[in-house]
C-alpha cells in the first residue's frame, strides 16, 4: 500500500509576530538550527517516504516560498488553497489530490511548523502508526506525554485498551479535550492518560473520505464536486471556485470528535510546536540567569528574558520576564505571561490601518 504525507503550510504563525509575518511567516524561518522549519519538515519525511509522495498544502502567497526552499519536491505536488478555512476542508483538499495519484494510499498529516528532536523515534513512530491504520482501518493519531500542565493545547484522553505494536503502546481513544484551564491541566497531568494532541494523524486516505461524507457531509459534496472537476478542468480553476463553499471547521471538531475508532500513540520525541516566543526557553540553551539571548546584545541585571537582535544593538539594564524582539521595522516588547496574546496586536494593527507591519 502506498504512503503519501501532508504538510499543512498555509499558517501565518501570529503569535510568533514580528518575526513570522503575513510574507514570510514561521514555517519559513530558521527558528532552530540553519535550515527552516518546513525544511527540516521534508528532510525528516524523506527518511520515510520519496518527495515525490509528500503534498504541502499552502496557500499562494507562500507557493513560490516553498519552491525556493524546496526546490526538489514536485511543483504539482504544492496545492494551494484560495483561502484559509483551518484543518478540515484542507485535509479533505489534499485527499482528493491524492487518491488521483495514489488512491490506495495512507495519508501521514502533519504541521510544517514543529520542531522534532528524535527524528528516528519519530519515524519508527510514523511506521506504527501507518501499520495500525492499515490493519484496522482507524483513524491514528500521535499524542504528546505532557512534562507539563500547559493550558495553550489541545489534550486527547486514552481508555485502558490498548495495543503493543513494534514495542510500543497504542491506546484507544476516549475522547479529545478542548485546552484546559490551569487546574484542569494539572489534573490531566496527574491522571497520565492525557496527551498533548500534536496535530498529526494517520488514515488511510479512503477511510478519511467516508468520515467526511458521515460528519461534514457539506465538505464531502465540495469535495467530490472538485474531484470530478479534476477531470475536465484545470485543477487550480476548480479549487478556485470550489473550495471557498467550504466551512471554516478544524477537523478535530468535524471529525476526531466525533469518531469511535480512533487510536493513540504516546510520544516522547522532543517535540514542540513553537507556538510562541515562550518556545525558545524549551528548545534553546539559557544562561546563567535564565535568559535567551539571540544577536548583538548586552544585558546587565536581566532576569528570564527572552530577547533577540536584527543586528543593532540591544542593551538591557534590571529587567526581568520580558520578551524583546527586534526587526528592521518594529520592535516588540512584552510581558513572558502575555506570549499568548500577542495576536491581540495584530488585531490593533488592522484596525488602526497598519497593515504594512503584519
Known sequence: MDITCVLMAGG???????????????QFLNISGNKSMIQQ?????EKLIDITRVFVVTNGLYAEL?????????????????????TAPCIGLASIVIEEKFPDSTMVVLPSDHIIENEEGFIKILKTGIEVAQDNKSLVTLGIKPSYPETGYGYIE???????????????????????????????????????????????TEVIRSYF????????????????????????????????????????YGIMEKVD??????????????????????????????NVIRGN?????????????NGKLIATLGIE???????????????????QEVKTLLKELRMQKLEQYL
Open 41 to 45: 519538515s521534508i528532510e525528516r519525511l
Open 213 to 252: 461524507k458521515i460528519f461534514m457531509p457539506e465538505v464531502h459534496d465540495v469535495l467530490e464536486t472538485m474531484k470530478n472537476g479534476f477531470k475536465f478542468l484545470n485543477r487550480n480553476e476548480i479549487i478556485e471556485s470550489e473550495f471557498i463553499k467550504m466551512p471554516d471547521q478544524s477537523i478535530d
Open 12 to 26: 501565518k504563525g501570529e503569535r510568533f509576530w514580528p518575526k513570522s509575518r503575513t510574507n514570510l511567516p514561521k
Open 158 to 204: 486514552s481508555t485502558q485498551e490498548k495495543l503493543y505494536i513494534n514495542d510500543l503502546e497504542v491506546f484507544k481513544v476516549n475522547k479529545f479535550v478542548e485546552k484546559p484551564d490551569l487546574e484542569a491541566a494539572e489534573k490531566y497531568l496527574e491522571a497520565g492518560n492525557f496527551y498533548w494532541n500534536s496535530g498529526i494523524f494517520i488514515w488511510r
Open 66 to 86: 516553498i519552491k525556493a526552499q524546496i526546490p526538489h519536491l514536485p511543483h504539482d505536488n504544492i496545492i494551494i488553497e484560495p483561502i484559509g478555512r483551518n
Open 297 to 309: 546584545i548586552l544585558n546587565l541585571d536581566t532576569k528570564r528574558c527572552i530577547i533577540e537582535s
Open 321 to 339: 520576564d520580558l520578551i524583546v524582539v527586534d526587526t528592521e521595522d518594529v520592535t516588540l516588547i512584552c510581558a513572558k505571561d502575555k506570549a
Open 261 to 290: 475508532d480512533i487510536f493513540v500513540i504516546p510520544c516522547v520525541f522532543g517535540w514542540d510546536d513553537v507556538g510562541s516566543w515562550t518556545a525558545l526557553e524549551r528548545i534553546n540553551d539559557l544562561d546563567e540567569h535564565g
